[in-house]
């Protein structure tokens, strides 16, 4: 006690530093020429990352006279939205010229079942095996786990042989029946791993209170999941927007997704090769997937951190 | 047989619980009379909160059987065992406002609306939560946690109140007011309670027996003071009190017709020692209370011998201090005005009949 009162009133002891300013109150901040670099790295990097962007931007909002002088930085002299207009109505795969919109809804049509079928049947699996132990659930458990390593090209061919047998190949309900398979082992994990985390305390507390299986499931661990269940949309929306192999193989002609029909568009070979189309038909294709990057922000993050061990 | 459990509200037969190839309890018996508080004392992983989740329905035992107000409730679900628990993280579900909390379990038995209101009313006077019913559990103290927590078990009505060290998240002056919380409580509910925890004041201060466990054994079901005063073994008297009880290793020797304790220079009559059977000499621990020793205070006692102090450590209330009995550790316990200095020659004298003598291979009371 009276030591600390005498160094308190003894200020000009204290030990000074370069500028002779004794050490008092918060620590004065630095800006150091190494922090300087890597600001300077990150801006570079991220320029160099979105000039493919700006490229995809600008091409999109040109008319094709523009674009053969070849300018591939300049921006637009005539900005149109003709190119656009055409991507999502009128574009050509093959003979028809619909444009991208009715990928668009195939592919709402295929993601938006398959993300909530695989969601609540992944968070049904994560709740009994975290607290129903069975017999064999640490077996099973470690099978769905194998499953997230399994390559998809082994599986493809049994898979079509299957769901030919019951009739449901290039159907629908088949690629959702996919979708959902495969989304099960990473999601099975990321609810398993969550309910996990959670003190075992409150399951037991809600037995006592007479709650069986799906009562608890409902009325205490759903209400939970708020946050995890947010991260598994992000991960299947965006996983299965993007999916290209299984929308070609399992969802037959008539239900191909939009990235199915992008690629017909930007491969076609007749004609003129339409480059501010293409362009615009891309951009519209990733729109799904990058406007919930954007929108998602953290919680993205936690996805990619649980999603981790898919790689 | 099933007779024999009037009076019982909880009773516990031959009870034993596996997990693979671990024993974790080993044929254990309990009675528990109606509007008895027991508390489950012991380290951990001696299997007290094991036992009471046992009894709760929680885990399947592996042999043994479980009556409940003279019910065989072993294969029962535990809401229909008549219980309620508290949790040691309080447990209650986080987004449920309190009133929803207190109200869950009686939602799910289907409780006509006017019951559950009445019960939820009395329990909140009851446990002094009543401006608490509309807030999340996030917006409560500990302290409220556990009173809510409390309140859940209450408004179940049952027979049998569960805790499971109810009061080892708080910290000490909030524990010690719930302690008293929880002791008016029973006397004013008179149910039977049984409670697990590892703080022997929260034992000594809330039992009307103890059972003090270890490596999934009774060592010793009685009173508190009973247990405090005559431990019928060394485990028992090491783990109760605090300071703990000071062992002192020697032999026991017969000399003309008595009893004494040898240890290198030191001889202790035993005189006065109440042996639980028929003494033989032998290598023997003999054991003390810190607050049963008096130092510098004349030579009256059956017993008195000269030390120097080695250490004092004052406590506020009173002050233990430390020195050597046969180059062994001892320690006194005096009233912070007595506080004698360090390396001061001081007398100490006791009664061998407040001690308690142990064997030395087995540590059972002899």
Same mark, same amino acid.
């Given at each position: 006690?009276?030591a600390?009162?005498?160094?308190?009133?003894?200020p000009v002891?204290?030990?000074?530093?370069?500028?002779?300013?004794?050490?008092?109150g918060?620590k004065?901040?630095?800006?150091?020429?190494g922090?300087?670099?890597?600001?300077?790295?990150?801006?570079?990097?991220?320029?160099?990352?979105?000039?493919?962007?700006?490229?995809?931007?600008?091409?999109?909002?040109?008319?094709m006279?523009?674009?053969?002088?070849?300018?591939?930085?300049?921006?637009?002299?005539?900005?149109?939205?003709?190119?656009?207009?055409?991507?999502?109505?009128?574009?050509?795969t093959?003979?028809?010229?619909?444009?991208?919109?009715?990928?668009?809804?195939?592919?709402?049509?295929?993601?938006?079942?398959?993300?909530?079928?695989?969601?609540?049947?992944?968070?049904?699996?994560?709740?009994?095996?975290?607290f129903?132990?069975?017999?064999?659930?640490?077996?099973?458990?470690?099978?769905l786990?194998?499953?997230?390593?399994?390559?998809?090209?082994?599986?493809?061919?049994?898979?079509?042989?299957?769901?030919?047998?019951?009739?449901?190949?290039?159907?629908?309900?088949?690629?959702?029946?996919?979708?959902t398979?495969?989304?099960?082992?990473i999601?099975t994990?990321?609810?398993?791993?969550?309910?996990?985390?959670?003190?075992?305390?409150?399951?037991?507390?809600?037995?006592?209170?007479?709650?069986?299986?799906?009562?608890?499931?409902?009325?205490i661990?759903?209400?939970?999941s708020?946050?995890?269940?947010?991260?598994?949309?992000?991960?299947?929306?965006?996983?299965?927007?993007?999916?290209?192999?299984?929308?070609?193989?399992?969802?037959?002609?008539?239900?191909?997704p939009?990235?199915?029909?992008?690629?017909?568009?930007?491969?076609?070979?007749?004609?003129?090769?339409?480059?501010n189309?293409?362009?615009?038909?891309?951009?519209?294709?990733a729109?799904?997937?990058l406007?919930?990057?954007?929108?998602?922000?953290?919680?993205?993050?936690?996805?990619?951190?649980?999603?981790?061990?898919?790689? | 047989?099933?007779m024999?459990?009037?009076g019982?509200?909880?009773?516990?037969?031959?009870?034993?619980l596996n997990?693979?190839?671990?024993s974790v309890?080993? %044929? +254990?018996?309990?009675? #528990? @009379?109606?509007?008895?508080?027991?508390?489950?004392?012991?380290?951990?992983?001696? /299997? *007290?909160? %094991? +036992?009471?989740?046992? #009894? @709760?329905?929680?885990?399947?035992?592996?042999?043994?059987?479980?009556?409940?107000? /003279? *019910?065989?409730?072993?294969?029962e679900?535990?809401?229909?065992?008549g219980?309620g628990?508290?949790?040691?993280?309080?447990?209650?579900?986080?987004?449920?406002?309190?009133?929803?909390?207190?109200s869950?379990?009686?939602?799910v038995?289907?409780l006509?609306?006017?019951?559950i209101?009445?019960?939820i009313?009395?329990?909140?006077?009851?446990?002094?939560?009543?401006?608490?019913?509309?807030?999340?559990?996030?917006?409560?103290?500990?302290?409220?946690?556990?009173?809510?927590?409390?309140?859940?078990?209450?408004v179940?009505?049952?027979?049998v109140?569960l805790?499971d060290?109810p009061l080892?998240n708080?910290?000490?002056?909030?524990?010690?007011?719930l302690?008293?919380?929880?002791?008016?409580?029973?006397?004013?509910?008179?149910?039977?309670?049984?409670y697990?925890?590892?703080?022997q004041?929260?034992?000594?201060?809330?039992?009307?027996?103890?059972?003090?466990?270890?490596?999934?054994?009774i060592?010793?079901?009685?009173?508190?003071?009973?247990?405090?005063?005559?431990?019928v073994?060394?485990?028992?008297?090491?783990?109760?009190?605090?300071p703990?009880?000071?062992?002192?290793?020697?032999?026991?020797?017969?000399?003309?017709d008595?009893?004494?304790?040898?240890?290198?220079?030191?001889k202790?009559?035993l005189?006065?020692?109440?042996?639980?059977?028929?003494?033989e000499?032998?290598?023997?621990?003999?054991?003390?209370r810190?607050?049963?020793?008096?130092?510098?205070s004349g030579?009256?006692?059956?017993?008195?011998?000269?030390?120097?102090?080695?250490v004092?450590?004052?406590?506020?209330?009173?002050?233990?201090?430390?020195?050597?009995?046969?180059?062994?550790?001892?320690?006194?316990?005096?009233?912070?005005?007595?506080?004698?200095?360090?390396?001061?020659?001081?007398?100490?004298?006791?009664?061998?009949?407040?001690?308690?003598?142990?064997?030395?291979?087995?540590?059972?009371?002899?």
């Open positions: 006690m009276t600390a009162q005498i160094t308190a009133i003894q002891q204290d030990a000074q530093d370069q500028t002779g300013v004794a050490p008092f918060p004065p901040r630095h800006v150091s020429p922090r300087i670099g890597i600001y300077v790295f990150l801006v570079i990097a991220a320029l160099f990352f979105l000039i493919p962007v700006y490229i995809m931007i600008v091409t999109s909002l040109k008319g006279p523009e674009i053969r002088l070849g300018h591939l930085f300049s921006l637009p002299a005539e900005p149109t939205f003709q190119p656009w207009a055409d991507a999502w109505l009128h574009a050509c093959g003979r028809d010229c619909n444009g991208l919109s009715p990928g668009f809804y195939n592919s709402l049509k295929i993601t938006v079942p398959s993300v909530i079928i695989s969601i609540i049947c992944a968070s049904i699996n994560g709740y009994a095996l975290t129903w132990p069975y017999k064999g659930a640490n077996l099973l458990f470690g099978l786990v194998f499953g997230a390593f399994v390559p998809y090209q082994v599986v493809i061919y049994p898979l079509i042989i299957g769901l030919s047998s019951v009739g449901l190949f290039a159907t629908l309900p088949g690629i959702i029946i996919v979708h398979i495969f989304g099960m082992p999601l994990l990321l609810f398993r791993n969550f309910y996990a985390a959670l003190p075992v305390e409150l399951f037991k507390a809600a037995r006592v209170d007479g709650a069986g299986f799906w009562r608890i499931f409902f009325s661990m759903l209400p939970m708020v946050p995890i269940t947010v991260v598994a949309i992000i991960l299947q929306v965006t996983g299965i927007w993007n999916d290209f192999l299984f929308g070609i193989v399992f969802a037959g002609r008539s239900n191909w939009m990235t199915v029909q992008l690629n017909n568009i930007v491969n076609t070979t007749t004609g003129v090769r339409e480059y189309v293409n362009m615009a038909a891309t951009i519209l294709t729109a799904v997937p406007i919930i990057y954007f929108v998602s922000g953290r919680w993205f993050v936690r996805g990619i951190a649980a999603g981790a061990v898919k790689g | 047989m099933d024999a459990q009037n019982t509200s909880v009773s516990i037969q031959d009870l034993s997990f693979g190839a671990v309890l080993k %044929t +254990l018996n309990l009675d #528990v @009379a109606q509007g008895e508080f027991v508390v489950l004392l012991g380290p951990s992983g001696c /299997g *007290k909160s %094991t +036992l009471l989740n046992c #009894v @709760a329905g929680l885990l399947d035992i592996s042999e043994g059987r479980i009556f409940i107000k /003279g *019910k065989n409730v072993t294969w679900e535990p809401k229909d065992r219980i628990m508290v949790f040691q993280s309080y447990a209650l579900y986080p987004q449920m406002t309190v009133e929803k909390n207190l869950f379990g009686l939602r038995a289907g006509p609306r006017d019951e209101v009445k019960r009313a009395r329990a909140a006077e009851i446990l002094q939560i009543e401006p608490l019913l509309q807030r999340k559990p996030s917006a409560l103290s500990g302290g409220q946690r556990q009173r809510v927590a409390i309140g859940r078990a209450l179940r009505d049952v027979d109140f805790f060290e080892s708080l910290d000490a002056k909030l524990r010690s007011e302690r008293v919380e929880i002791k008016l409580l029973h006397r004013k509910l008179q149910n039977t309670m049984i697990v925890t590892h703080d004041i929260e034992a000594m201060t809330l039992a009307d027996r103890i059972a003090v466990m270890k490596g999934g054994v060592q010793q079901l009685d009173a508190p003071q009973t247990i405090y005063n005559r431990p073994n060394r485990f028992v008297a090491g783990f109760l009190g605090s703990a009880m000071n062992f002192v290793e020697g032999r026991l020797e017969k000399h003309g008595g009893w004494s304790f040898v240890a290198e220079d030191l202790i009559p005189g006065t020692y109440q042996f639980d059977g028929q003494p000499a032998g290598p023997a621990v003999f054991g003390i810190p607050e049963h020793v008096s130092l510098n030579t009256g006692w059956p017993f008195s011998t000269s030390a120097n102090v080695e004092v450590e004052p406590m506020g209330s009173d002050t233990l201090v430390w020195l050597k009995l046969a180059q062994q550790k001892f320690s006194v316990r005096v009233t912070s005005e007595r506080t004698p200095q360090n390396d001061e020659a001081v007398t100490l004298g006791f009664d061998p009949m407040r001690a308690s003598l142990f064997d030395a291979e087995t540590g059972g009371r002899i």
